[in-house]
């Protein structure tokens, strides 16, 4: 890629203007560096920060835009990126002095890059946004949006024409995390209480790092203890005998092995906030006669609930974003049914199957997908948002 | 205040004995043990989870490690390997794969007819036929190509077994499930037995599934994760050397540079937010900006790692600023008190104090970034690849991608070769945490 | 100081409440109390005072078993309840700890309305049949309590919503209202200002008729104002235990001496 011999041209341009710059200073202290504003590798690293943060924007701009405006000339960006970094070599250069401040100006530099680096998560966040605003609004001009978020019906057809409700997504969504909260919820509070208030430290030193241990694990090896386990295990000895579901693939397979993977993290976030009351009203409590269960149900738990809301929160936030527990667990069939048996399917899934399928990419069919997002992400926001707010405000109230 | 010398009244049970429980109090001792027995249950349901879990995956999995072969005595033959005489590895390159079955079906042929005069008299050249994989040929194609100087020997040569065969040696086909199955007989169920008997037939280690590359969807027996273990290795290094300079430098001036202003509380919040965005969503910016926009090769590890630097970012940001933050401020006084500069302070000083903290959350988002499967999904990456990638802009598969195409496919011996896949993958990440709780051990400070 | 007031101090001579014999106390491997044997009355105001970590405060855990609640904590030797040991094995903490109540350092009401806070102690035992029933012991905890006429219009307010000294004395209404027979006061006034604290000295004296009062302060004028039985803690050790009069202006033991003087603390 022609790209990288630019790079390595502009490193090397800039490890001489280091070399020159250093040489150009102490001569122009008169060979005792004693006599410089700054300490003498400070001119020379002004040179090369110069030379080189002035040829990689560049660069990088035209890494990103060069393609759409110049086509086929990719060597032009390149060119002008080591031009340009030439230039500002000059200007760095010519400026050394013996009482040109030279550390002053690498700081001001150093600074600049770690002001870019803290924006990349900004540039992130709107990347994000702009690129799914973009394709939705590619889909709606194809597709009706009332169509799209109040449709029940979802029946992608490659020959076109094809159903794009979002309703059965959205309610497989909700289902699968509703049992996933229903399984992690109560398992994972209970936990976290019993590991902060009851258990010896012995049974803590094993159990707490196993129960995180869970919080470690990929999803995908949740996906797949859903596939070849969980799933099979309940249809062959639930739902099959009870006459409620022949698919290894349903929403409670998918729910239940979410809220595993959901414990964790909803009893690491309990921890810390139960951690967060304070001892005084504990003793309070103890002191007028109250058992450890009285204390914690009356005392405690009503103290911390803001900070379980949250968490709560955060974990349903979790459980809606979540990707390979469903697709391998919950399978693909979009309806809208209440038996939990039934193999349902999610925003997702949907995610991942418009977009690695082989359909056109302008076709509404892969477009959706971006709608899709776009719906998931504001869902997810919505919810952390939330979630950080209740768990902030319930912080400062114990600080 | 009238009524405040009035001696407390005497309730029932008041004056009562402390050695005598009330019943009230029997009930609320039991209510109390009922509640702890709740919590105990859900941290006994949590282990038991894990259990379950790594029980699953191991006894699926492990047995993906070996791999049965089938020993066979083979002539190779220079007029079928080698028609131009001269063992130019360039020459005998032009023999396609097809060209060497003749080579197998006789040498099966004639070890059918030996052992069927001799230990296994139910052998029958059909029979050993139908339990070689049908990978044979490519693997003695590239064995002859690897070795031109054995052309013309009868080498001892360990074919793969089919993967009926291999999944009943290890318990997975049984004769009534082979009865049902159109790919195996029981006949040849029968047959494998009395190989491993005779020693003809056995299981090794299988090396090929750590390195070899992935096998079509008829070869089970034959598919490994090599190209996924480059693939990831390929992508982790991307996150190494992007994401660590970005999150530290982000860190450093939102902690210690940045002024208490709308900006920061907004960099703040969106880098909280970020980190609890799904990770679908990456893959989808990754497709539309990396690809889509920025026409960056499809499939390969440069998309994909530049999409988990985006999302590992958030993870190792939050890390670093709590290993900044733990740094007491005396440090940084003591720096500014002898003349140092701010920025000086901060790199010579605080920054080196932080790196056990900023190297135990780097290694910690590496690992999720290892076992990150849904946003490659969106960048192409679930495409089958066989050929290794030779750098970060050749198609490849990640590591849990791979899992999940082993998943998608119809032969249930690819179960067993998901779940092995998921046991490296599992050991690349304990050892990671390994060290990462090393670091924190071992450097750790109390200030 | 009014020194000269306790020294006319009427005292009658009560009935024994709490007898405490060779209790010893370790956080572990450390020995916080050694051998300390007290004898605390009914209906008196008896003070524990000395330097911080003396272990004052420890020794009054001891008295309703709060020390139960830390793992390393390990008490020997016998307390005896009125003629009952405290730490027998039938002996359940959470039934004693109705009978002595505790109030803390940090005045600590539960995030909860003024009326729960009170309501909880007699919920908890079940003491009041029916609303009404509870209603009155609320009312009558918080006159006990003297912030009735504060709180009365506003009982469903947020107890953490009070003043410091409002929110001790709310602590003592909720200690009361569980009717026990001693109540153990931890510095009760070492987060309060001047005035919070006078008031809640007045009430203290005015609890006396109901109850024993066991209190530990770091203040030797405090003490001296609301007791009539001190014990000096020195190091683990009970020093000196006596009328709090004798005390303060005739200490028998020379430690006592230089720490009502001023010269250990």
């Known amino acids: 890629m022609a790209l990288s011999y630019f790079v390595i041209l502009l490193l090397a341009l800039s490890a001489a203007g280091y070399v020159m710059g250093r040489r150009k200073a102490l001569a122009a202290a008169g060979g005792d560096s004693r006599g410089l504003h700054s300490l003498l590798s400070f001119y020379g690293w002004n040179v090369a920060l110069a030379a080189f943060l002035t040829g990689i924007v560049i660069l990088a701009l035209w890494a990103l835009f060069g393609s759409t405006l110049a086509g086929s000339m990719s060597w032009l960006g390149g060119v002008a990126a080591l031009v340009a970094a ?86 497989g969504t909700l289902y699968v995390s509703l049992i996933a909260l229903c399984v992690s919820v109560p398992i994972g509070l209970f936990a976290a209480i019993y590991l902060s208030e009851y258990a010896t430290p012995g049974i803590r030193a094993v159990a707490k790092p196993a129960i995180e241990v869970l919080a470690g694990i990929p999803t995908i090896v949740y996906g797949l203890f859903a596939l070849i386990t969980v799933g ?48 005084s009203l504990r003793d309070g409590s103890y002191g007028l006669g109250a058992t450890r269960s009285e204390t914690i149900k009356q005392v405690v738990v009503p103290a911390a609930l803001p900070g379980i809301v949250g968490a709560v929160l955060l974990a349903a936030s979790r459980a809606i974003g979540e990707t390979m527990i469903v697709v391998l667990g919950a399978g693909a069939a979009a309806q809208l049914s209440l038996n939990p048996f039934d193999a349902m399917t999610t925003i997702t899934v949907k995610i991942v199957s418009q977009l690695t399928g082989d359909t056109d990419f302008a076709s509404p069919e892969t477009l959706v997908a971006f709608a899709l997002g776009i719906t998931l992400f504001v869902l997810t926001l919505c919810l952390n948002i939330l979630a950080l707010y209740i768990v902030r405000k319930y912080r400062e109230q114990y600080e | 205040m009238a009524d405040i010398s009035a001696s407390p009244e005497g309730l029932p049970g008041a004056k009562s004995s402390l050695y005598a429980q009330s019943d009230r109090t029997r009930r609320r001792n039991a209510a109390e043990t009922r509640f702890k027995y709740y919590g105990m249950g859900a941290v006994a349901i949590g282990v038991i989870a894990l259990v379950c879990l790594l029980t699953s995956i191991l006894s699926n999995g492990l047995s993906s490690f070996q791999q049965t072969f089938l020993r066979v005595e083979i002539f190779l033959d220079p007029a079928v390997v080698d028609p131009q005489g001269n063992r130019d590895p360039e020459e005998m390159a032009k023999v396609f794969t097809f060209g060497y079955q003749p080579l197998i079906k006789g040498s099966l042929e004639a070890q059918a007819q030996e052992l069927a005069a001799g230990p296994a008299p139910e052998i029958t050249p059909q029979l050993l036929a139908g339990m070689v994989s049908s ?179 958030p993870t190792i940001i939050i890390a670093t600023r709590a290993a900044l933050k733990s740094i007491p401020p005396s440090i940084r006084d003591a720096a500014l008190g002898v003349g140092a500069s701010k920025m000086q302070a901060v790199f010579h000083h605080v920054l080196p104090l ?66 092995g896949a998921i046991i490296v993958l599992l050991v690349f990440l304990v050892i990671m945490n390994l060290v990462a709780i090393i670091l924190r051990r071992r450097f750790e400070r109390r200030w | 100081m009014d020194d000269m007031r306790i020294v006319e101090r009427q005292l009658d001579q009560q009935e024994l409440k709490i007898k405490a014999d060779n209790v010893q106390v370790y956080y572990g491997t450390s ?159 070492s987060a309060l200002d001047p005035i919070a604290t006078a008031q809640v000295e007045e009430l203290i004296d005015e609890l006396r008729s109901n109850y024993s009062v066991v209190i530990v302060t770091h203040s030797m004028q405090q003490a001296a104002r609301v007791s009539q039985k001190t014990a000096f803690f020195h190091l683990g050790n009970l020093v000196e235990f006596g009328e709090t009069g004798q005390i303060f202006t005739n200490p028998v033991d020379s430690r006592t001496e230089s720490y009502i003087t001023g010269r250990i603390g």
Request: charge should be negative; aromatic fraction near 8%.
């Open chain 1, 232 to 279: 099979p295990l309940l249809r062959d000895y639930f739902a099959g005998p009870l006459g409620i579901g022949d698919s290894s693939r349903s929403v409670m397979t998918a729910g239940l092995v979410m809220g595993i993977m959901l414990i964790p993290f909803v009893s690491s976030l309990s921890d810390d906030i139960i951690n967060a009351v304070p001892q």
């Open chain 2, 135 to 313: 990978a044979a040929p490519a693997d003695l194609r590239d064995f002859v190509l690897a070795n031109p100087d054995r052309v013309g020997e009868t080498v001892e040569f360990n074919f793969l077994a089919n993967a009926r065969i291999d999944q009943y040696l290890k318990g997975r086909v049984t004769r009534e499930s082979a009865a049902l199955d159109s790919r195996v007989d029981v006949a040849q169920l029968n047959a494998a037995d009395e190989l491993v008997a005779i020693g003809q037939m056995q299981k090794r280690f299988n090396w090929d599934f750590i390195f070899g590359p992935d096998a079509s969807e008829n070869r089970p027996e034959a598919a490994g994760i090599g190209v996924a273990l480059i693939g990831s290795a390929y992508m982790m290094l991307i996150v190494l050397v992007i994401a660590v300079p970005i999150g530290v430098g982000a860190s450093i001036y939102l902690e210690e540079f940045a002024k208490k202003n709308w900006l920061t509380d907004i960099i703040e919040v969106n880098i909280s937010n970020l980190a609890a965005v799904p990770s679908i969503v990456f893959g989808i910016l990754g497709l539309a900006v990396f690809i889509n926009f920025m026409h960056l090769p499809i499939s390969s590890p440069l998309v994909g790692g530049l999409v988990l630097t985006l999302m590992t970012l």
């Open chain 2, 354 to 419: 932080a790196m056990p903290g900023i190297l135990t959350g780097t290694i910690i988002g590496l690992a999720q970034a290892l076992g990150e499967t849904a946003p490659l999904l969106l960048i192409g990456m679930v495409a089958f690849v066989r050929e290794y990638p030779d750098s970060i802009l050749d198609p490849a598969v990640g590591l849990p991608v791979q899992v999940y195409n082993f998943t998608n496919r119809a032969d249930p011996a690819f179960v067993e070769r998901a779940s």
């Open chain 1, 86 to 171: 030439a230039g500002a070599f000059a200007v760095a250069y010519g400026a050394i002095a013996p009482d040109y401040r030279a550390r002053n100006s690498v700081e001001a530099k150093v600074k600049g890059i770690l002001i870019f680096c803290s924006s990349v998560a900004i540039l992130t966040t709107l990347g994000i946004v702009l690129s799914m605003l973009f394709e939705t609004g590619h889909f709606f001009s194809q597709y009706s949006w009332s169509h799209f978020f109040f449709g029940t019906e979802w029946t992608p057809r490659f020959s076109g024409n094809s159903e794009l409700g979002m309703l059965p997504l959205l309610w």
């Open chain 3, 31 to 189: 020995h916080a109390i050694k051998d300390v044997s007290v004898e605390i009355e009914d209906k008196t105001v008896t003070a524990f005072i000395g330097p911080s970590g003396c272990g004052k405060s420890t020794f009054l855990r001891c008295l309703n078993r709060m020390n139960d609640t830390i793992d390393i904590c390990r008490v020997e030797g016998q307390i005896l309840l009125d003629g009952e040991n405290i730490y027998d094995k039938k002996v359940d903490p959470v039934q004693l700890r109705a009978k002595v109540g505790m109030v803390f350092q940090k005045p600590n009401p539960f995030p909860k309305s003024i009326y729960d806070n009170v309501a909880y102690g007699p919920r908890i035992h079940g003491l009041a049949k029916n609303k009404a029933e509870l209603d009155e012991i609320v009312e009558k905890s918080l006159r006990r309590g003297a912030i009735w006429d504060e709180v009365k219009d506003r009982l469903d307010a947020p107890g953490t919503g009070l003043s410091g000294g409002q929110q001790q004395r709310l602590c003592i209404a909720r200690a009361v209202a569980t009717e026990p027979e001693v109540l153990l006061m931890d510095e009760p006034c």
